[in-house]
């Protein structure tokens, strides 16, 4: 089993779209479950109706799941292992106040030193325990050793049992922390396989004595990805509009050129381009780098135009609300100026917008109107041109360039005669 587990707490990442699909890809390969689990057991960072915005943005992407469930469904179960490690002696109740807990960490601050639990409540007795009436936590015991584990990106990784430290796996209000949660809901459902980010490899030493603690036997294999850098060399956040998924969308960027995007970033690839499907044929984990890689727009906005390029061009044309396939390939004989969805749609409603004829050739631009709506239809452009130089009298620049904002809209672009291919079955509707 190999899962992506989002939290429905903002907006979807790059970085969590590119885990995704990786484990998408490795599940596919490994002929594997691939879980979504949405991880949703901190009340109050939840935003409403965010899960269904991801589950939207992953079906978007052709990401489909096997298995789909919500973290806080076995909150009955966390509770439970909680406890349970309390009982054998391996976790234990700790009453320390927020307050006492943050002076201790401005201390270490102070001195410079790496803030650890002080451990004041590790040894108290369950008669202690039973007779305080405070609110507390339940922390896990720190481990005895050293814990190591294989990356499958990184190599050997180890924490230190300071490191570890004697961390909170149930919050005083009955809920597990993300650690205990994620360690817990790996064992219940059988996860082999865990490639994240790599802001998560200072957990997986936590998760892994936490599974320890409750004498889980099977073994987990890890992955953890770099991060995406900006432009500037510096970890993508909000700031960066690319960082989030909704935005490349909106801006017009196709599902596919994102997908290839993302696996190609920081990997070798066999091909350039290339959609998820043909990647599941291919794709090794070990060919992506350890290093950051930096987000490029330019080179998506150029894997956008190739994959505009390859698109069927009836399904190209629905994107601009279009049924026929004309449209679709009027389009991408616009891919040599535009590389977006977004900014060709601007070209194409350009065409179709009322035309001002309030300009240096706007005398001419009316001569040729009132020419090409009493003409016949020509399918060829040759004949279209010399039909209308007969009747308007107007020739050279004069016939051209008004020909052009007649049909287009815009003084520069793809060859007038290309266009008029494409838009025959529509030219009296655009010249009106």
């Not at 451990?119 to 202690?128: A, R």
Request: glycine share 4%; net charge neutral.
């Amino acid at each position: 089993m190999l899962r992506f587990a989002p939290s429905p707490t903002g907006d979807m990442h790059i970085g969590n779209l590119r885990v995704a699909i990786f484990n998408y890809i490795l599940a596919k390969q490994q002929n594997k479950d691939f879980i979504v689990r949405i991880e949703d057991t901190d009340r109050e960072r939840n935003i409403e109706d965010k899960d269904q915005e991801i589950l939207a943005i992953l079906q978007k992407f052709g990401i489909n799941d096997d298995q789909l469930y919500y973290q806080s469904k076995n909150l009955h179960i966390h509770q439970h292992m909680a406890i349970k490690l309390v009982e054998q002696k391996k976790a234990f109740a700790c009453f320390c106040s927020e307050q006492e807990l943050e002076a201790q960490r401005e201390l270490a601050k102070k001195n410079k030193k790496a803030y650890r639990y002080s451990g004041k409540c590790e040894f108290l007795t369950q008669q202690e325990v039973l007779k305080s009436d405070k609110k507390y936590v339940i922390r896990l015991k720190k481990p005895e050793s050293d814990i190591t584990f294989e990356d499958a990106i990184k190599g050997e990784q180890s924490m230190s049992p300071g490191e570890v430290d004697s961390f909170v796996i149930l919050r005083a209000d009955g809920t597990p922390t993300y650690n205990f949660a994620c360690a817990v809901d790996d064992m219940i459902h059988g996860v082999s396989f865990v490639c994240r980010g790599e802001d998560h490899t200072s957990n997986t030493p936590k998760q892994i004595h936490i599974r320890n603690m409750l004498d889980y036997e099977k073994s987990i294999r890890y992955a953890h990805l770099p991060i995406i850098l900006n432009t500037e060399g510096k970890k993508m956040s909000k700031r960066d509009d690319a960082s989030s998924v909704k935005w490349l969308l909106s801006e017009g960027f196709l599902p596919d050129a994102i997908i290839n995007y993302l696996v190609q970033l920081g990997n070798k690839t066999p091909k350039e381009i290339f959609d998820l499907h043909e990647a599941i044929e291919w794709f090794k984990l070990e060919n992506v780098s350890k290093a950051p890689a930096k987000f490029d727009l330019d080179k998506l906005r150029f894997l956008n135009r190739a994959h505009i390029n390859r698109t069927d061009d009836r399904t190209l044309s629905k994107y601009f609300g279009f049924a026929d396939e004309q449209v679709g390939k009027l389009a991408k004989l616009y891919t040599e100026e535009a590389s977006t969805l977004k900014e060709i749609d601007e070209k194409i409603v350009s065409i179709f917008r009322p035309k001002n004829f309030d300009n240096e050739f706007g005398e001419q631009m009316k001569i040729l109107q009132q020419v090409i709506l009493d003409a016949p239809m020509f399918d060829a452009f040759d004949a279209f041109k010399k039909h209308l130089m007969e009747k308007s009298g107007l020739k050279g620049k004069n016939f051209f360039k008004p020909l052009r904002l007649l049909l287009t809209n815009k003084p520069n672009g793809p060859e007038v005669a290309d266009v008029y291919d494409l838009i025959k079955g529509y030219i009296t509707q655009i010249v009106r």
